[in-house]
């Protein structure tokens, strides 16, 4: 018997989940996490949950991982100082960037520009030239390349970024470059464009190439510190990384492209949720991810999440594929204060985290949070995380007390509905971005909720968004870890073709594609995936000839068996996504800007939740009566253990219901009912 371990470290808790592979039965454990050395909380969970399950940690075969040290490498910028080579001509390439500045007109007037992810005394120029086609225009000056080099070791830098002009055409330069830097530089992690992005437009080729440089030696010795700690601990299964995309990778190539896990610990929780949203019987889905520091939104179409071309971290956004979620400064521990100017209550981005924690947590933290206020309200139980934090709620009530004083309130509680009414609205805004922004009416959507405190919000964002039902799914607080050890391994070839459809044929097309796929494909063979376990998906960057910008259009793998008619399919499918954004098309050529091939491996399989039958009384659940602060006035509410819900059961607001690692709220005029896979699914009374 074999068992498949799911990890996910969030800014408060990291969650393990470890899955036996032949049966699909779970075990779950929430610790707390340890910024300092996330492996802490890591291996602490995993010998907790191994525990728990009766099993030696040498029975895991793999343990699948989630994690944010590239992102916090950048937001909190420790990154490596890396040294950039570019082109005779092209030093200041990043710059001048682009004539973006975010915020309203003249926003540039206070808009702090960010410093660079290499600094302009790291970047150096060598003597080199290739056109547009792959011709060299120049020949590589290598007594140059060295001379230019040497600087960059005089300068200390701890990791090396090259990105040479047109090197997506041909990269044998670059190659070069890379060669003699291993002579020089000797230990120095080297990126090269031509392998991170090998896409034209030299601004993000680079930006995406000197991120991947930046994070490299955070991400390198994190995983190789874990993967020992967990080889020494007597785990002897393999440590795979999931990707910003949903899909997973092997730790050593994490390690060589550790730009593609920006956004690793938010692309688990949409796997996971796809995975409760099909078990559930929906198939557009919002997902709704609100943990400790932060709020993940993303939008799901037919059990596919959205893919996005760009990945943004805080200020810096590059192009690397990832799940299109967007991130909102709105979790349990963000923090609620009143501005002296303006006395407005306003509640984030800043976030009393895992450490001190909110006041409630008794580790110390002072500042009103969001969890202070639900515990004011009376919307959490006394204990956290399977009764490993216990909450003191003079200690909330203390906190949220500050608030109410400076809003000269009379009332805890008023200031308490103050801070969740805010939080909510954040959130909201971040719901319209996926959905109102692109188009979705989020009315046509069901809206899946999770994290640890997502289904505490979950039956207000949906009054908000009009979006039916609300899902929580079993063990919420931990779906990001279920999505960890639900996917599958993937990878992505691309490359540039801007050329058009008249210039094309449909076999070229093809040739492009597959060979794309085959790249792709021979890499995670390389990884132990055999190739009749590999399933490849295509997709193309189109525009009209002309325009500055392209939309990526999904290939049918069914078109590529008639190429004759493939080109006509794919601009049929850009005309109708371009009216749907734009409302208007254009009578000129299309073009294909770029072209990618990803190849992923098979789902494992997980049993899902089959709960017995009731008869629609949880009477069964219930724990206690409870009183809460809900609509301006104290009122009763039902207090329920999920784990004594049936199937068909229906919790009729107000109620809590309560777990291991969540705690829902079924508002006044709101009912919950169990689904048989273990969802509660809420609606309104009323239709």
């Not at 209550?345 to 800043?350: E, F």
């Not at 006041?359 to 204990?383: H, I, K, M, Q, R």
């Not at 094309?504 to 792709?520: C, K, T, W």
């Amino acid at each position: 018997m074999s068992y498949r371990l799911g990890v996910d470290v969030g800014g408060t808790f990291t969650d393990v989940l470890l899955v036996e592979e032949g049966t699909g039965s779970t075990w779950r454990y929430k610790t707390a996490s340890t910024p300092a050395d996330q492996a802490v909380g890591v291996l602490h969970g995993i010998e907790q949950v191994c525990a728990e399950a009766g099993i030696e940690l040498a029975e895991v075969a793999q343990v699948l991982h989630g994690t944010t040290v590239a992102t916090n490498a950048i937001l909190e910028g420790k990154g490596a100082r890396v040294g950039l080579v570019t082109t005779k001509g092209f030093r200041q390439v990043l710059q001048i960037a682009r004539s973006f500045v975010p915020g309203g007109l003249a926003g540039w007037i206070i808009w702090p520009k960010p410093e660079p992810l290499a600094a302009l005394e790291n970047t150096v120029e060598i003597d080199e030239r290739i056109a547009s086609d792959g011709s060299v225009v120049r020949e590589l000056d290598e007594d140059d390349v060295r001379a230019q080099l040497a600087k960059l070791q005089s300068a200390g830098i701890q990791a090396l970024a090259v990105s040479l002009i047109n090197s997506f055409a041909d990269p044998a330069h670059e190659k070069r470059v890379a060669e003699i830097a291993a002579e020089l530089l000797p230990g120095i992690p080297v990126s090269l464009s031509s392998d991170v992005l090998p896409e034209l437009r030299e601004y993000e080729r680079t930006l995406t190439t000197v991120a991947n440089g930046y994070v490299q030696p955070q991400v390198k010795k994190y995983v190789q510190n874990l993967a020992g700690q967990l080889a020494e601990g007597g785990v002897a299964g393999e440590l795979a990384i999931l990707r910003s995309d949903g899909g997973l990778s092997s730790a050593d190539t994490a390690i060589d492209a550790p730009v593609s896990l920006l956004l690793s610990g938010p692309a688990g929780g949409v796997t996971g949720a796809v995975w409760a949203a099909e078990q559930a019987g929906h198939r557009d889905v919002i997902t709704f991810d609100m943990g400790g520091t932060s709020t993940d939104v993303g939008l799901v179409q037919d059990l596919n999440p959205r893919i996005g071309r760009e990945t943004k971290v805080g200020d810096l956004v590059v192009r690397s594929s990832s799940v299109d979620v967007r991130t909102v400064g709105a979790g349990g521990g963000s923090i609620a204060h009143v501005p002296e100017l303006t006395r407005a209550l306003r509640v984030g981005p800043q976030s009393a985290g895992a450490d001190p924690g909110p006041a409630a947590y008794g580790s110390g933290g002072v500042e009103p949070t969001v969890t202070d206020a639900n515990v004011v309200l009376g919307y959490l139980p006394t204990t956290l995380a399977g009764g490993e934090i216990s909450l003191d709620v003079e200690a909330a009530r203390a906190a949220v007390g500050k608030v109410a004083e400076a809003m000269g309130l009379d009332s805890v509680e008023a200031a308490a509905a103050g801070i969740i009414d805010i939080v909510n609205e954040n959130m909201l805004g971040g719901v319209r971005l996926v959905s109102v922004q692109q188009g979705f009416d989020p009315r046509d959507f069901a809206l899946v909720a999770f994290g640890g405190a997502g289904p505490l919000h979950a039956n207000a964002l949906g009054r908000l968004t009009g979006a039916w039902p609300v899902i929580v799914p079993p063990a919420p607080g931990i779906l990001n870890a279920l999505g960890d050890a639900t996917t599958s391994r993937r990878d992505e070839s691309a490359r540039t073709v801007l050329r058009r459809f008249g210039e094309l044929s449909g076999s070229d097309v093809v040739e492009i594609l597959r060979g794309l796929a085959a790249d792709a494909g021979r890499r995670l063979t390389e990884q132990g995936l055999a190739p009749e376990q590999q399933t490849t998906g295509y997709q193309v960057d189109v525009r009209y000839h002309g325009q500055g910008f392209e939309i990526p259009v999904d290939v049918d793998p069914a078109w590529l068996d008639d190429p004759g008619t493939a080109l006509d399919a794919v601009a049929r499918t850009f005309d109708a996504e371009h009216e749907r954004l734009f409302s208007f098309l254009l009578d000129v050529d299309h073009e294909i800007v770029n072209a990618r091939a990803t190849v992923t491996g098979p789902k494992p399989d997980v049993a899902p939740v089959t709960l017995p039958e009731g008869d629609g009384d949880p009477a069964g659940a219930l724990v206690q009566e409870h009183t809460i602060y809900v609509g301006g006035e104290h009122v009763p509410a039902g207090v329920y253990d999920r784990a004594k819900l049936r199937a068909g059961d229906v919790v009729t607001g107000p109620a809590i219901v309560t777990e291991m690692d969540s705690t829902t709220l079924v508002l006044p005029g709101h009912v919950a009912t169990v689904h048989p896979a273990g969802s509660l699914l809420i609606t309104p009374v009323e239709g």
